[in-house]
């Protein structure tokens, strides 16, 4: 089973930028879906964005035009560039696999640990 660890999350301010890594131990990312989530306090954790294999990648429209997912297959790396950060965006960050893509957080069977993201206001 693939291992997945985020790092990259942290503190900053509204309009700032912060760029998340995901990456997989244990298997490659190959084939199925990669997706990141988010959840803030109080709330579900929600789809944000997520790939496709090989080549799809989808965004929620809360970070549409803000947020871009990229890929290095050499380090079995996905990153989440965050760009023009808003305090809504605070939450815990995590990247998941599923076996076939969905929207839905239900689909994806493999988390990584998470990351805190807080941008202040």
């Known amino acids: 089973q693939v291992q997945l660890v985020e790092s990259g999350g942290g503190l900053v301010q509204t309009g700032g930028s912060l760029k998340l890594s995901c990456v997989a131990s244990?298997?490659?990312?190959?084939?199925?879906?990669m997706g990141w989530f988010r959840q803030a306090p109080g709330k579900e954790r929600e789809f944000i964005g997520g790939i496709r294999w090989p080549l799809t990648i989808y965004y929620a429209d809360s970070v549409k035009g803000r947020f871009t997912i990229s890929r290095d297959d050499a380090k079995n790396t996905v990153y989440l560039q965050m760009n023009s950060l808003k305090p809504e965006d605070t939450a815990v960050y995590y990247c998941?696999?599923?076996?076939?893509?969905?929207?839905?957080?239900?689909?994806?069977?493999?988390w990584g640990q998470g990351t805190q993201v807080t941008v202040s206001s």
């Open positions: 998941a696999t599923a076996r076939s893509f969905s929207f839905s957080r239900a689909q994806y069977d493999n």
């Open positions: 244990g298997r490659t990312f190959s084939s199925g879906s």
